[in-house]
């Protein structure tokens, strides 16, 4: 029922910011955690960020606690992730997910929904 499509990844220097986006199309939007989740080459998908659908609960992994913020404007059905003082070893491809399940919203089998993933890479 829901359609994501992530925008706003590119290269950055470290030390710099983006600010990804993710439009949602679809009336369940509003209903549901969106999730941030990444995968870095070689590696396996990680849990970034997670909000509640009316932003009142924000989780992050501890590795971007402090410099990664996710938002949601429910009116535009749109969520955001951005990232500030950005490290190399935030390269990644950057996956926005609408989460459909009870299980722990950490784990990428709580969203049914995914978008096709936007590449963020941090020059070093």
């Known amino acids: 029922q829901v359609q994501l499509v992530e925008s706003g990844g590119g290269l950055v220097q470290a030390g710099g910011s983006l600010r990804l986006s993710c439009a949602a199309s679809g009336r369940t939007f509003s209903d549901n955690y969106m999730g941030w989740f990444r995968r870095a080459p070689g590696k396996e998908r990680e849990f970034v960020a997670a909000i509640s659908a009316s932003g009142g609960h924000t989780p992050y992994t501890d590795s971007v606690k402090g410099r990664f913020t996710i938002s949601r404007d429910n009116a535009k059905n749109t969520v955001y992730l951005q990232m500030n003082s950005l490290k190399a070893e935030d390269t990644a491809v950057y996956y926005c997910?609408?989460?459909?399940?009870?299980?722990?919203?950490?784990?990428?089998?709580?969203?049914?929904?995914w978008g096709q993933g936007t590449q963020v890479t941090v020059s070093s």
């Open positions: 997910a609408a989460r459909t399940t009870i299980t722990p919203l950490t784990s990428p089998s709580a969203y049914g929904y």
